[in-house]
């Protein structure tokens, strides 16, 4: 269909209006018949307005026929209205293919705003945390993950980024990483990674170098006693080789004395008089509770 402008429709509207004077002057009553001419123009305005909201009340329908200017506008808002589903179509299948490849994620995935409250989730934080879905968006994340160190980690996170580990709240014997990352506006997303495996070989590994140092030890004692005994009276055929011995024996000691050092430095379970202080954090979290406390 050929678009018209405005100017075309005025244009032969006044034709219209010029024809009905004409006429009425030619019947005898130029005043009458234009009336008669504006009071149909107006119904026909007025029928297609009626047409016009009827069919926007139900978009699935075809639009109606019409003619002039009115069909021009039922087949505008017809295009539009095709335009507009082949967009939302496609802005639907890149949130299914987002929503597809979050859910495929072995991470529990969760976006708060700036209140914490969740806004969404993926299948992994429904496994793992036991979320219900859409039942648990609109809640506070602290309602749901009930664990005092996560209340105060997520306190300061607006102010500094670190990591958390927590236990799973449905399950004692799996440990979660929390992290946390800002996005958007006021937005955080928080990814909480299973590390169960990671935190039992670092488990395994320290408790398998402080076995094998303390394995090794007794019997190593053992022989730089005898040895020390023997290099105090050595023979002049058995000096030097008791000499290399001893200096071996001695050498596999610091060895062993270093490995247990080290394991009692990696032992985070451990309870000691000095311990590191994450003093930004520190401070961040005193200041937040500090700005409660004056409200």
Same mark, same amino acid.
């Given at each position: 269909?050929?678009?018209?402008?405005?100017?075309?429709?005025?244009?032969?509207?006044? @034709?219209? #209006?010029?024809?009905? !004077?004409?006429?009425? &002057?030619?019947?005898?009553?130029?005043?009458?018949?234009?009336? =008669?001419?504006?009071?149909?123009?107006?119904?026909?305005?007025?029928?297609?307005?009626?047409?016009?909201?009827?069919?926007?009340?139900?978009?699935?329908?075809?639009?109606?026929?019409?003619?002039?200017?009115?069909?021009?506008?039922?087949?505008?808002?017809?295009?539009?209205?095709?335009?507009?589903?082949?967009?939302?179509?496609?802005?639907?299948?890149?949130?299914?293919?987002?929503?597809?490849?979050?859910?495929?994620?072995?991470?529990?995935?969760?976006?708060?705003?700036?209140?914490?409250?969740?806004?969404?989730?993926?299948?992994?934080?429904?496994?793992?945390?036991?979320?219900?879905?859409?039942?648990?968006?609109?809640?506070?994340?602290?309602?749901?993950?009930?664990?005092?160190?996560?209340?105060?980690? @997520?306190? #300061?996170?607006?102010? !500094?980024?670190?990591? &958390?580990?927590?236990?799973?709240?449905?399950?004692?014997?799996? =440990?979660?990483?929390?992290?946390?990352?800002?996005?958007?506006?006021?937005?955080?997303?928080?990814?909480?990674?299973?590390v169960t495996d990671v935190r039992n070989l670092e488990r395994m590994r320290r408790d398998l170098v402080a076995n094998v140092s303390h394995e090794l030890r007794t019997p190593l004692t053992v022989m730089l006693g005898y040895l020390e005994v023997l290099k105090s009276q050595p023979e002049e055929a058995s000096g030097e080789a008791i000499e290399r011995m001893f200096k071996q024996a001695g050498q596999m000691k610091d060895l062993i004395e270093d490995l247990l050092e080290l394991s009692r430095l990696e032992d985070v379970e451990k309870q000691d008089d000095h311990v590191d202080v994450d003093m930004p954090a520190m401070?961040?979290?005193?200041?937040?509770?500090?700005?409660? @406390?004056?409200?």
């Open positions: 269909m050929i678009k018209l402008n405005w100017t075309y429709h005025l244009g032969r509207l006044l @034709l219209w #209006v010029l024809l009905a !004077l004409l006429l009425g &002057l030619w019947a005898g009553h130029w005043l009458l018949v234009p009336s =008669i001419f504006l009071a149909g123009y107006v119904a026909w305005q007025l029928f297609n307005g009626f047409r016009l909201h009827r069919w926007l009340q139900s978009w699935d329908t075809e639009p109606p026929e019409s003619i002039g200017m009115w069909a021009e506008i039922f087949e505008g808002i017809a295009s539009l209205q095709k335009l507009n589903r082949k967009r939302s179509r496609q802005y639907q299948q890149v949130i299914d293919d987002f929503t597809g490849m979050t859910d495929a994620f072995p991470d529990a995935t969760l976006v708060i705003d700036r209140h914490d409250i969740i806004n969404w989730f993926n299948d992994s934080a429904v496994r793992l945390l036991d979320l219900k879905a859409p039942a648990d968006r609109g809640q506070t994340v602290t309602n749901l993950i009930r664990d005092p160190a996560f209340s105060d980690w @997520l306190a #300061v996170q607006d102010k !500094l980024t670190s990591t &958390l580990d927590i236990t799973c709240p449905g399950d004692d014997n799996i =440990i979660l990483q929390l992290s946390a990352v800002h996005f958007g506006k006021d937005q955080r997303m928080l990814i909480l990674r299973n401070l961040a979290q005193l200041a937040e509770q500090a700005e409660e @406390l004056s409200q």
